[in-house]
């Protein structure tokens, strides 16, 4: 079974500060995924990587693929109120098909 | 282009009735997929329909779940008899082609009294 730890689990910010949410595993993946969840609606797709070492940005917010591709990091500089949110990452097994496995999510909030 | 739509948003039923969901992916999109989030848990993977076929059912937890997807255009995931611990919100999600980005529904939030 393929686990996808997801850190820190809770994190409130003052606007402006800098922050990094982990995602690590055991296992091997093709591609992993980013999600950002506003309650009462479903994930929305942030960002997909796939190459080992690769590093995707979105304005302020910086997606990087470990090398071995079995660990991901999320990178928000200053960031905003309009970043609150829950952030899950989840990934596409290279044995699995192409079913997803999710992280627990990161609930983030930035304190104006 | 319309997303994927989920009915209803939300179902409150009690114990031992029935309960059939419905997902209409985005037009085109051959694979749907079918996830769930229970309380304190992580989103789980139930099951993968490619068209009108079951590709991957690994995640079905019991008999109680059946999903159909007749015709390869919506889908339904029926649970028969509900049980307490079925309570949780239920994702679709689909995509054009295998390993291509999944979007999501907005869930059913279904809870069992």
Redesign the interface.
Same mark, same amino acid.
Do not use: M, R, T
């Given at each position: 079974t393929q686990l996808l730890e997801q850190s820190p689990q809770f994190l409130s910010i003052q606007e402006g500060e800098n922050l990094t949410v982990y995602c690590n595993s055991s296992s091997v993946f093709s591609s992993l995924q980013w999600y950002r969840q506003e309650p009462g609606e479903g994930p929305v797709l942030l960002v997909t990587v796939v190459t080992g070492g690769e590093v995707k940005k979105l304005k302020r917010l910086t997606f990087q693929f470990g090398d071995a591709r079995k660990d991901s990091s999320l990178h928000i500089t200053a960031a905003q109120p309009g970043d609150t949110g829950l952030y899950l990452c989840a990934g596409d097994g290279e044995t699995s098909g192409s079913r997803l496995t999710f992280g627990e999510g990161t609930q983030l909030t930035v304190n104006p | 282009e319309a997303g994927?739509t989920q009915f209803p948003s939300h179902s409150v039923i009690e114990k031992g009735q029935t309960v059939t969901l419905r997902c209409d992916p985005i037009s085109g999109h051959d694979?749907l #997929?079918w #996830?769930r989030r229970v309380m304190g848990?992580?989103?789980?993977?139930l099951l @993968?329909f490619v068209k009108e076929s079951k !590709? =991957?059912e $690994? *995640?079905m937890p019991n008999n109680r779940f059946l999903a159909e997807r007749t015709g390869g255009t919506y889908s339904t995931l029926k649970v028969q008899p509900a049980e307490l611990e079925d309570s949780g919100v239920y994702?679709c999600?689909s995509?054009p082609r295998? $390993?291509a980005? !999944? @979007?999501?529904? =907005? *869930?059913t939030r279904l809870s069992i009294l």
């Open positions: - | 994927v694979n #997929y #996830y848990k992580e989103i789980k993977f @993968h !590709q =991957d $690994s *995640g994702f999600a995509s295998l $390993s980005p !999944q @979007h999501f529904g =907005d *869930g």
